[in-house]
């Protein structure tokens, strides 16, 4: 199985930071990582796929970048409804592993 | 609107079985795969199975593999997991999850708002 290793396992930071998150996979995975927001009481939500596709709708102050075993997760000025959990996954083949998840909390 | 559904969560005792459903609408559902996701207590996301389109290719974590069986229903536009010998590490929110393609290997989107298992004696 592809084991997802996601860091930092938590961040603070405030508004209008920059903030990266990082992902790596224990083999290639080309570009089938996907990454996705987790608030509480709501349902997770995609914000990229393929590494660095914008989901529609979602800001474009999130930005996706890697391939192979290494990606990243960058938001470029937070805004309040940015702080929540982020994982990164990985769909190159089944199963279809997580990241332990980033929790981004307010500084 | 895409909206998935789901229901038949609930208490179990360790070894015990639960059916969860997922009933889907808003979209044409024999077009896409669909999986189960999980977050237990304290715990990030676990995927747990995956099924395609015409039910061709299916798959499991590990973790479920043997326990676990994912099926569809594309006239009743319904999926569902059959989940037996239940174990307390079952302990989940389980969530219904859309493929974005037919086949497997795709992001998820949308997610359903879930259904509680718990297992417990």
């Known amino acids: 199985d592809i084991q997802m290793t996601q860091s930092p396992s938590s961040l603070s930071a405030s508004v209008g930071d920059r903030v990266t998150i990082t992902c790596r996979a224990s083999?290639?995975?080309?570009?089938?990582l996907n990454w996705y927001q987790h608030k509480p009481g709501k349902a997770p939500k995609v914000l990229m796929y393929?590494?660095?596709k914008l989901e529609s709708g979602v800001p474009s102050r999130f930005r996706g970048s890697g391939s192979g075993t290494d990606f990243t997760l960058t938001i470029s000025s937070l805004q309040p409804e940015d702080f929540a959990t982020y994982y990164c996954?990985?769909?190159?083949?089944?199963?279809?592993?997580f990241g332990q998840g980033t929790i981004l909390e307010i500084k | 609107e895409v909206q998935l559904v789901e229901s038949g969560g609930g208490l179990e005792q360790p070894g015990g079985s639960l059916r969860l459903s997922c009933a889907a609408s808003?979209?044409?559902?024999?077009?896409?795969?669909m999986h189960w996701v999980r977050r237990g207590p304290g715990k990030g996301l676990e995927w747990v199975s995956g099924?395609?389109?015409?039910?061709?290719?299916?798959g499991y974590a590990d973790s479920v593999k043997g326990r676990f069986t994912i099926s569809r229903d594309n006239a009743k536009k319904s999926l569902y997991l059959q989940m037996s010998s239940l174990r307390v590490e079952d302990t989940a929110l389980y969530y219904c999850?859309?493929?974005?393609?037919?086949?497997?290997?795709?992001?998820?989107?949308?997610w359903g708002q879930g259904t509680l298992v718990t297992v417990s004696s």
């Open positions: 999850v859309k493929d974005t393609a037919a086949a497997l290997s795709n992001w998820f989107d949308p």
């Open positions: 808003g979209f044409t559902f024999n077009d896409f795969a």
């Open positions: 099924i395609s389109w015409n039910s061709g290719n299916i």
């Open positions: 083999q290639s995975i080309s570009r089938y």
């Open positions: 393929a590494a660095s």
């Open positions: 996954q990985q769909s190159y083949n089944m199963p279809y592993t």
